[in-house]
Structure formats: structure tokens, C-alpha cells
């Protein structure tokens, strides 16, 4: 009998962190680059169900980044914009339509990238993901960083780490070069790599050094092996 360990994500923990973020929004705005949409009541749920349906996939074992895989990827972003309610979902149908086509358009690039960086570390993996989705053109008409955000969480958690989850510390930290980033052109640089590295770099670090282990709980699974 052998015993290994996964992790999963910490909902109670996510979900006071959201809220403490929620009541000091109006004091952390006053520090943001740009005017942001705040973090109502509506947002917050939906988030949550977002990061439900994360550790629904790590339950699961989904491989994510793959053609397979991603349209979990184009669910987690209804999530975040629509939530679960069916009837929210149909009044955005035609939204729901262009956001689709939108995705098919770019998500090759993301799927291609990370194909290419399987033996780099988590860190580096869920930072290229999220700049790759968030900078210009986006790959969701709305709610990339939200949605980056939960694929990031999905990446890191697979690996035993943390997820990331937004905190009244590192909001500052993660806003303002999400800002930055979004109003930057992949196509415009000469050097992408340049472009990546910079940008990466910066969320790989910040990663590395604000990831909350109170956000993970840890599952213990039996394995028992056969003798004969």
C-alpha cells in the first residue's frame, strides 16, 4: 500500500481572499494605472465558479492544452462572464457566438507555445499562458484576465503548487502590468521573443513569490498495488 499526495484548490480560502479584495477595491484603485470595473457581487460568484470548475479538471485529470482539451478553456471563460445560469448564457448568445470565433482564432498560438515549453517549470508555463492570452490581439473579447488568471491557477496547482488567487498584497503587483501587457501587440514586436521574456519574466517572478499555499488543500489517494 502506498500513499501519494495532489493538491486541489481551497474554495473557503479563495472566496475570503476575493471578498477582503472586494471591501479595499476602492482603496487599491486609487493606485491602479487605469480605472477598473469593480469587483461586484456578480463578478466574485462567477470567479468562484470558475476556480470550481479548475478543480473540477484537476479531479479529473483533463489535459487542458490540447485541441481536446480546450474547450474547457472556451467554458472557463463563459464562466467567468455568464456563470452557470443557462438562462444569463442565452440572453449573451450572439456575444457568446463572436467570443467563440474569436477563440478559434487565436488559441492554436497558445496550444502551440505551451507544447513547446512542457520542460520548463510551472512558473514559467502559467506566466507565458497568461501574457500569450491577455496581451493584444486577446484571445476572449472579454474577461482574458480572468479568465488567465484561473488557467494559470490550473497549470500550477497540476504541479503541486499553489494556485493564484488575488489578495489585497499582490493586487497592485498584478494589475498594473496586466494593464501594460494589454495593450501590447504581439505582431508589432520584431522580436517576439524579446516581447515574451520581458513581460513573462516579470509574471514568472511575481508568481514565484506571492503564491499562497492557504489557497491548496491537500488530497492523500491509496494505491493499491497487486501481488501476485
Known amino acids: 500500500m502506498s500513499t501519494y499526495k495532489t493538491y486541489r484548490l481551497n474554495m473557503e480560502e479563495i472566496q475570503a481572499s476575493l471578498l477582503e479584495v472586494q471591501r479595499d477595491f476602492s482603496r487599491l484603485s486609487e493606485a491602479m494605472l487605469m480605472r477598473r470595473e469593480p469587483l461586484d457581487n456578480r463578478i466574485i ?15 479529473e485529470e483533463v489535459d487542458l492544452f490540447t485541441l481536446k482539451g480546450s474547450d474547457h478553456i472556451l467554458e472557463l471563460n463563459h464562466i467567468v462572464l455568464c456563470g452557470l445560469d443557462e438562462r444569463v448564457r442565452l440572453e449573451f448568445g450572439p456575444h ?3 467570443t467563440r470565433k474569436r477563440f478559434s482564432q487565436g488559441i492554436g498560438q497558445i496550444l502551440s507555445w505551451y507544447a513547446r515549453k512542457k520542460s520548463k517549470s510551472a512558473y514559467k508555463r502559467a506566466a ?4 500569450l492570452g491577455v496581451s493584444q490581439p486577446q484571445l476572449f473579447l472579454e474577461g482574458n484576465h480572468r479568465t488567465g488568471s484561473l488557467l494559470a491557477s490550473f497549470i500550477l496547482v497540476k ?3 499553489p494556485p493564484f488567487v488575488l489578495t489585497r498584497e499582490n493586487a497592485l503587483a498584478y494589475f498594473n502590468p496586466s494593464t501594460l501587457i494589454k495593450y501590447k501587440h504581439k505582431q508589432k514586436f520584431l522580436d517576439m521573443q524579446y516581447f515574451l521574456k520581458k513581460y513573462m519574466g516579470y509574471f514568472t517572478e511575481f508568481l514565484e513569490k ?19
Open 45 to 59: 460568484d462567477n470567479l468562484l465558479a470558475g476556480y470550481a470548475y479548475v478543480d473540477q479538471l484537476l479531479e
Open 128 to 131: 507565458g499562458v497568461y501574457v
Open 96 to 98: 457568446i457566438l463572436e
Open 210 to 228: 506571492t503564491l499562497d499555499k492557504r489557497f491548496r488543500r491537500k488530497i492523500l489517494q491509496e494505491d493499491q498495488k497487486k501481488t501476485s
Open 159 to 161: 504541479d503541486g503548487k
